[in-house]
């Protein structure tokens, strides 16, 4: 249901652009933005367990959450309404046994490049401080897995929605300072083998993601 609402909101921001880029804002006006700076993802995880064919009863998975560097470029096409592409330097997560399976410790680690493409409303007549919200697709890539407990560990790349919402603070003509929050909902599917008394036995899980990006930087429009 939260993907379904979240892919009306990418809907109507993109039925509105056309409409919205007809005004030129003036020979003088700043159409592209870059942005970059300090950023903190924090997991929503969960996941669905299955050893040999059979559910896992209670057993789950916990991912350590990042910190890392995220850089964005957002074009103008009015002063309200901008269309933006994000992408993270690309950090690893170490997933871990949750639930009944919390004694299996460190499973297997994942190292991955998020991205997103998000259409964004910017409120004016604020001064410099011009809020913004907004909503799109993130697109995770899984650049390399590495076996733990897991043999064989093996993850997906993810598609989802995602929602967006921050600050632009200017501190002169072009450069400023931002804060910003993107919820994103993912999940991935996993297949690896575990390893038993009686040899490797095959498993799989969806792993629900759902992270929180929290970021804040400086800014340069030009």
């Known amino acids: 249901m939260k993907g379904i609402w979240a892919s009306l909101a990418v809907a109507s921001c993109f039925m509105a652009v056309p409409a919205m880029a007809q005004d030129n804002s003036g020979d003088d006006f700043k159409r592209v933005m870059?942005?970059?700076?300090?950023?903190?993802?924090?997991?929503?995880?969960?996941?669905?367990?299955?050893?040999?064919?059979?559910?896992?009863?209670?057993?789950t998975t916990r991912l350590s959450n990042n910190k890392g560097v995220e850089i964005d470029v957002s074009y103008f096409l009015h002063p309200n309404v901008s269309v933006a592409v994000a992408v993270g330097v690309p950090p690893t997560t170490t997933l871990y046994g949750a639930g009944t399976l919390e004694s299996a410790g460190e499973l297997g680690k994942v190292t991955y490049g998020p991205g997103s493409a998000t259409v964004l409303y910017h409120i004016t007549g604020l001064g410099p401080v011009k809020p913004y919200l907004g909503a799109g697709v993130n697109y995770t890539i899984i650049f390399k897995t590495k076996d733990r407990l897991l043999q064989d560990f093996k993850a997906k790349d993810t598609v989802g929605p995602v929602l967006q919402?921050?600050?632009?603070?200017?501190?002169?003509?072009?450069?400023?300072?931002?804060?910003?929050?993107?919820?994103?909902?993912?999940?991935?599917?996993?297949?690896?083998?575990?390893?038993?008394?009686a040899g490797l036995a095959p498993g799989t899980a969806k792993v629900k993601l759902d992270p929180l990006v929290l970021n804040a930087g400086v800014s340069f429009r030009f």
């Open 165 to 197: 919402g921050g600050v632009d603070i200017a501190l002169n003509k072009s450069f400023g300072i931002y804060f910003d929050a993107k919820k994103i909902f993912a999940t991935s599917d996993t297949t690896w083998k575990l390893p038993t008394p």
């Open 34 to 59: 870059i942005r970059g700076g300090f950023a903190y993802l924090k997991w929503d995880e969960g996941a669905s367990v299955n050893v040999g064919g059979q559910v896992v009863p209670g057993g």
